[in-house]
């Protein structure tokens, strides 16, 4: 009788084999996208920096050309890097590319996608994309939302002044801005998503704040890919081990008691207020009172908020450094920036939103950031749920697509001195930044585009106007303009390697 131990050996064998001759079948069968050599088994993963993913996917397209295919073991993904090809996959196949990638983490938080960002496209996601789309990112709502936008910001201004007048204030060495910027970002997603001002006007973080912003820390670890078992789907019987991780349990639990609480909270509110009015634009308060209508399951609403909170946080307060980096490094579009405020505005009153409407380079300033520096520069996975071709190449069903729209906007054959952060571009020229313009595709295109993009560009257009109507900016005395460290983090959201410092001079008086 043979030994349990030869009987495994058999299977392992039997399973290597099948494997081999799948791999083989499809790539006989299909005119793949060129790319690096796959091995058996792992694919490209050994090639695969997983701390230097993104920038193993650029530099391969250099190599191989505007479509790579990359074996991260047995799943086959697709990086496009040119505006025709994007066109290809967010608009000409938009329908068969809109199912996202899951990993086991993220599925495990989502419940396999009852939420909007890691739903497959279907029933369930066009009905929460359309209440995203309708009841909470519908001009009107946006525009209700504004008083918090200007509450918050102008906080961020109070903060700086009262740090510049500390006895403890080191003048020379500058502010870190993204301690300010990302304190705007923090308090306007949890007053818009949760209705909550965890942060005192001291800026003391009450209990219930400290806890959240825990779990957000947390959550980005649980989206983290697991290693090889999660690429290779004949071994992914043994990510069972996964579900009784404790540390995924406990966190999903904590999230789950602390979103509970927040939304029992309002619901005693809503009672309470007008037998169910009150401040309905706070997405907790909008969903419960949206629930019934459209049929939202609790796992939906929870998931929704959560979505919000980690699409949201990060990318807003990103792209507001990358910005007043860029100013910092090029005085003259600040100066430009600032003479075009004072002519519109004037030095005796604050900015509003309103005035935006009247700052055209203002407003280009905030297009070309998010040109030269998106957040996410190879926005979200996309999964195709049908075989189709783009550029001529097959790509399978269950294929993972990616644009690298970081490489789109450094095009040379599309973009003047791409590299060059030149907000006149954007008035020469009115580039779409949502989604009708395959050159600009920070925000994506097609089904799947940001449902926040106006909101986020009204936010971030607000944040560096007021720090340049209220300071001039200019780098530390001790560093040169060509010493500012302009590189990016390695991972898959980009924000600056070092974070901005800055030294501000006041222009306006404190209001
Ligand atoms: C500068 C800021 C932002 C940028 C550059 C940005 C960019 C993006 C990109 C590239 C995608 C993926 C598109 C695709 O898969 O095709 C996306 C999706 C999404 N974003 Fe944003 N985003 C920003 C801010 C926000 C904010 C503030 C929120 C919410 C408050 C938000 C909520 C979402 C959601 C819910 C999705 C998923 C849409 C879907 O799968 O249908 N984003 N965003």
């Given amino acids: 009788m043979a030994s349990p131990l030869l009987l495994i050996l058999i299977i392992f064998m039997i399973m290597i084999i099948i494997f081999l001759i799948h791999g083989l079948y499809q790539r006989l069968r299909y005119k793949l996208p060129p790319g690096p050599r796959p091995w058996p088994i792992i694919g490209n993963l050994d090639k695969l920096n997983p701390d230097h993913k993104r920038l193993c996917l650029t530099e391969w397209s250099k190599t191989y050309g505007a479509i790579v295919s990359v074996w991260f073991g047995s799943t086959l993904h697709v990086v496009v890097s040119n505006s025709e090809l994007a066109k290809q996959v967010l608009k000409d196949n938009d329908h068969q590319l809109a199912n996202r990638y899951r990993n086991k ?26 209440v995203c789309t309708l009841e909470l990112f519908s001009p009107k709502s946006i525009e209700a939302l504004r008083p918090i936008r200007e509450e918050e910001v102008r906080a961020m201004i109070e903060s700086i002044y009262e740090d510049l007048n500390s006895p403890d204030h080191n003048y020379c060495g500058g502010l870190v801005l993204r301690k300010y910027l990302g304190s705007v970002a923090f308090n306007y997603i949890t007053r818009l998503v949760l209705g909550k001002r965890f942060v005192n ?6 209990d219930q704040g400290l806890e959240f912003k825990a ?28 579900d009784n991780d404790e540390a995924s349990t406990e966190h999903l639990a904590r999230k789950d008691r602390l979103t509970r609480a927040i939304m029992e ?13 009150g401040v309905k634009q706070h997405f907790v308060n909008a969903l419960l ?56 505005i004037g030095l005796d009153r604050a900015i509003t939103e309103s005035d935006i409407l009247n700052l055209p380079y203002l407003q280009c300033i905030a297009k070309e950031a998010t040109r030269l520096h998106p957040p996410t520069p190879l926005m979200l996975p996309h999964r195709a749920s049908a075989h189709i071709k783009i550029g001529g190449y097959d790509i399978p069903q269950g294929t993972v697509v990616h644009v690298d729209v970081w490489a789109i906007a450094r095009d040379p054959s599309i973009w003047a001195d791409p590299l060059e952060f030149k907000p ?29 993009a106006q909101l986020a560009i009204n936010l971030v ?24 460290d302009m590189s990016e983090s390695p991972g898959l959201v980009c ?12 222009r306006l008086p404190r209001h």
């Fill in 105 to 130: 983490g993220i599925a495990v938080a989502y419940k396999n996608g009852q939420d909007l960002i890691w739903a497959d496209y279907g029933p369930h996601y066009v009905k929460v994309r359309k």
């Fill in 201 to 206: 006007r001291e800026g003391v973080m009450d």
């Fill in 215 to 242: 779990i957000v820390a947390n959550e980005f670890k649980l989206g983290a890919p697991l290693g090889l078992v999660e690429h290779i789907w004949w071994l992914s019987w043994i990510s069972w081990l996964y």
């Fill in 265 to 277: 909270e309002h619901k005693a509110k809503s009672m309470n207020i007008n037998g169910g009015g």
């Fill in 289 to 344: 009172g949206l629930q019934e209508k459209y049929d939202l399951s609790e796992d939906t609403i929870m998931g929704l908020l959560w979505n919000m909170i980690t699409a949201g946080m990060d990318t807003v307060a990103i792209t507001a450094e990358w910005a007043m980096a860029e100013l910092v490094k090029n005085p003259k579009v600040q100066q430009k920036a600032q003479q075009e405020m004072d002519r519109v």
């Fill in 424 to 452: 006149e571009r954007f008035l020469l020229n009115d580039v779409d930044i949502k989604g009708y313009d395959c050159r600009m595709l920070s925000f994506g295109a097609g089904r799947r585009i940001c449902p926040a």
């Fill in 461 to 484: 257009t607000s944040m560096v106007a007021h720090m340049l109507h209220h300071f001039q900016w200019t780098q530390p005395e001790a560093v040169q303009l060509e010493e500012i």
């Fill in 495 to 506: 924000y600056m390697h070092t974070p901005l410092q800055a030294v501000p001079t006041t």
